[in-house]
């Protein structure tokens, strides 16, 4: 059996294949489409997921003491995808042939392959469509559960011990959650299949557009209760502290080392341009977890006092953030990954 560098491997006919060769045949096609299909295999997941669990839902927790007794009081009411109107239906509808067109538009080749991106940018167009639909519809939870909650600490405060613990609401939309980042994972799909080896630039746009909302739009939504009116009002990024800038400013940073990764034709420093993203990319994300989004870590106690209670809930903008940073490393990999294809080949 010959081995590399043997005289039996250099005296081989050119014309004759190598095993080798042979071997790696069959694995071009699934080799030029593997990252695609493991993006399919993922957004089918995040769907499922979104089929699974509530579009919308709402929780009320009462924890306290009156003379003396245990008060404890949860409950919880969830709007299913089928119950939030003709919006969980058209998702529903629009669903199969968006996962079958982005799976043709990765298995086929030529123009075939080009005809179902195009159909499947147009399916794109139409969920994005019954999306934004289906946020309307389910966008008010949070502030009819903070009426609610404000109208549950009038009726108890006055009752309960002075210390009687708290009254609390949550609002949860995991199914449009879930909904959103597999539609968002088939449109990256569409777009490498589109345009092959743009595989970095996609999800290098993905994570800037998460960072991007997370830069524009509000984090948290804090509510202040009183005898007769409930006080709303939302705080960015830049007024939850320092640490909240600190974190916004590296994700900027890292953005423009991986577009600038990204876009280089040069081969050199591409691992340790990687090995400084890694750790880089995931402290930005575990920074996230030890922000200050809670008033009670902020807010002023006398301010506070003012009220009857205060709350607060966390909006997408804060999530998003804190996922960019992830997005731009898996971008980076794929940076690198490509940096090492063409080197090979130089």
Known sequence: MSHPGSLGAVDQPADLPSDATAS???????????????????????????????????????????????????????????????????????LLPLIMLALAATVLDGRAGRAAAVAAGGALLAMSTVLVGAAHRVSSGPDETAARWAEVVRRLTPVLDDDYGAIRFGYDSLGLTFAVLGVATLAGVVLASWWPGAGRFVVAGAGTVALLAGLAAPWVTVYRVTATELDRSTVRWFGLGAASVVVMVGTVALAALVWWAAARRSTRWRLPLLLVTVPVALALFIAHDFLQLNPEQWQDAAERARFLAVTHDVRSAAELAQLAPILLLVAMVLTWSAARRRARAQ
């Open 24 to 94: 790696d045949a069959p694995e071009s096609w699934l080799g030029a489409r593997w990252g695609r299909l493991l993006a399919i295999l993922l957004a089918l997941g995040l769907i499922a997921a979104s089929v699974a669990v509530p579009w919308s839902e709402v929780s009320l927790r009462v924890l306290g003491s009156r003379d003396d007794s245990l008060i404890h009081q949860d409950s919880t009411a969830a709007l299913s995808l089928t119950e939030i109107g003709g919006w969980g239906w058209a998702y529903l509808a629009v």
